[in-house]
């Protein structure tokens, strides 16, 4: 499974960006994608990796960091191979890389060692 993120880019304090995780690949995993939970984790300069948010395939059930504190929301459209991370309320602190991860887990972004693939990210600042 190949995930691409894009959607990233520069907004001011307060604003809102939507980023997108397609997903492409060859054979059976693409068509399995329905079972991969995908989540998108960040990582800001300096700072360790951490999880933002999830979508787990099994019940769709939506999971957020604390610190989204109801300004995000996580989407999918299996159709489309497509997750959406919607953010809005962009504060400085968010600036970082976002990445999206799959794997066939019910395990959220707590345990990013059970997502197997992985993009290449796409990169969020939030600058005045």
């Known amino acids: 499974l190949h995930l691409v993120e894009s959607g990233g880019g520069l907004v001011q304090p307060g604003g809102s960006l939507t980023l997108s995780c397609v997903a492409s690949?060859?054979?059976?995993?693409?068509?399995?994608?329905?079972?991969?939970?995908i989540a998108w984790f960040r990582q800001a300069p300096g700072a360790e990796r951490e999880g933002v948010s999830c979508i787990r395939y099994s019940d769709g059930q939506t999971f957020y960091k604390d610190f989204t504190k109801g300004r995000f929301t996580i989407s999918r459209d299996n159709a489309k191979k497509t997750v959406y991370l919607q953010m809005s309320d962009l504060e400085p602190e968010d600036t970082a890389i976002y990445y999206c991860?799959?794997?066939?887990?019910?395990?959220?972004?707590?345990?990013?060692?059970?997502?197997?693939?992985w993009g290449q990210g796409t990169q969020v600042n939030v600058s005045s």
């Open positions: 991860a799959a794997g066939m887990t019910r395990a959220t972004y707590e345990f990013p060692g059970n997502y197997d693939y």
């Open positions: 690949g060859s054979g059976s995993t693409l068509d399995y994608y329905e079972y991969y939970s």
